[in-house]
């Protein structure tokens, strides 16, 4: 199938509504930079644009389904190729997204997809997330929500995630597959398994609430 059909199909089927043209060519021009730049700086294992389109653009909008609600300032942590937080930005454009990626290339790239998409609001950092936190003031509780994908051990993650966001903010990583043993993961948060309508294959989310301060209620 024609990757644009298969962008535009997948769309449909997540966010139960027609993709737009603009979404259509972000993604687009987003698989053939990142297959162009992934033949020399291996950023991922998936060189089929079919598996590219299936296994990292439409599984990174699985995370609209566990994101609170009004979610306005969002922070992709260990963001790599921009996955999830810039599939989240193409179809959620008033999101104010934040990507934090500790590798130079990788960095780089984010920053020519940012450019070449021409996406605003999006901001790219240059580091590690514990050293980020210490030396930029304004991250520190100044998102909604922290989003994660395959980055470093969740019980050592969600602790520095926390740190990120705003009272009754939510840190949402994607955990082992259903079936996986959870292990020291158990009581960490809230665990919920979605299924992609289009792979068929289910993603199983950790969600861990930042508890407010007194005096400001239920979320």
């Given at each position: 199938?024609?990757?644009?059909?298969?962008?535009?199909?997948?769309?449909?089927?997540?966010?139960?509504?027609?993709?737009?043209?603009?979404?259509?060519?972000?993604?687009?021009r987003?698989?053939?930079?990142?297959?162009?730049?992934?033949?020399?700086?291996?950023?991922?294992?998936?060189?089929?644009?079919?598996?590219?389109?299936?296994?990292?653009?439409?599984?990174?909008?699985?995370?609209?389904?566990?994101?609170?609600?009004?979610?306005?300032?969002l922070?992709?942590?260990g963001?790599?190729?921009?996955?999830?937080?810039?599939?989240?930005?193409?179809?959620?454009?008033?999101?104010?997204?934040?990507?934090?990626?500790?590798?130079?290339?990788?960095?780089?790239?984010?920053?020519?997809?940012?450019?070449?998409?021409?996406?605003?609001?999006?901001?790219?950092?240059?580091?590690?997330?514990?050293?980020?936190?210490?030396?930029?003031?304004?991250?520190?509780?100044?998102?909604?929500?922290?989003?994660?994908?395959?980055?470093?051990?969740?019980?050592?993650?969600?602790?520095?995630?926390?740190?990120?966001?705003?009272?009754?903010?939510?840190?949402?990583?994607?955990?082992?597959?259903?079936?996986?043993?959870?292990?020291?993961?158990?009581?960490?948060?809230?665990?919920?398994?979605?299924?992609?309508?289009?792979?068929?294959?289910?993603?199983?989310?950790?969600?861990?609430?930042?508890?407010?301060?007194?005096?400001?209620?239920?979320?």
């Amino acid at each position: 199938m024609d990757p644009e059909a298969r962008l535009a199909r997948g769309l449909q089927r997540i966010l139960h509504r027609s993709a737009t043209e603009r979404e259509v060519h972000a993604f687009s021009r987003y698989l053939a930079l990142l297959l162009q730049w992934n033949r020399v700086y291996s950023f991922t294992s998936y060189r089929d644009p079919a598996r590219v389109i299936d296994r990292l653009f439409l599984d990174s909008l699985l995370f609209l389904s566990v994101l609170p609600a009004g979610t306005s300032r969002l922070l992709d942590v260990g963001s790599g190729a921009g996955i999830p937080g810039l599939p989240l930005k193409i179809v959620e454009p008033d999101l104010s997204v934040t990507l934090i990626e500790a590798r130079r290339r990788r960095t780089s790239f984010l920053a020519t997809l940012v450019r070449e998409l021409r996406l605003e609001g999006v901001q790219v950092l240059r580091g590690r997330a514990e050293s980020l936190i210490e030396g930029v003031p304004s991250l520190e509780g100044g998102f909604d929500a922290v989003v994660a994908r395959a980055f470093g051990p969740l019980a050592l993650v969600a602790p520095l995630a926390l740190r990120f966001l705003r009272p009754g903010g939510r840190f949402v990583a994607s955990g082992p597959p259903p079936g996986k043993p959870l292990s020291e993961l158990t009581g960490l948060g809230s665990w919920h398994v979605v299924t992609s309508p289009v792979s068929g294959l289910s993603r199983r989310f950790l969600t861990v609430q930042k508890k407010l301060e007194p005096g400001h209620g239920d979320l």
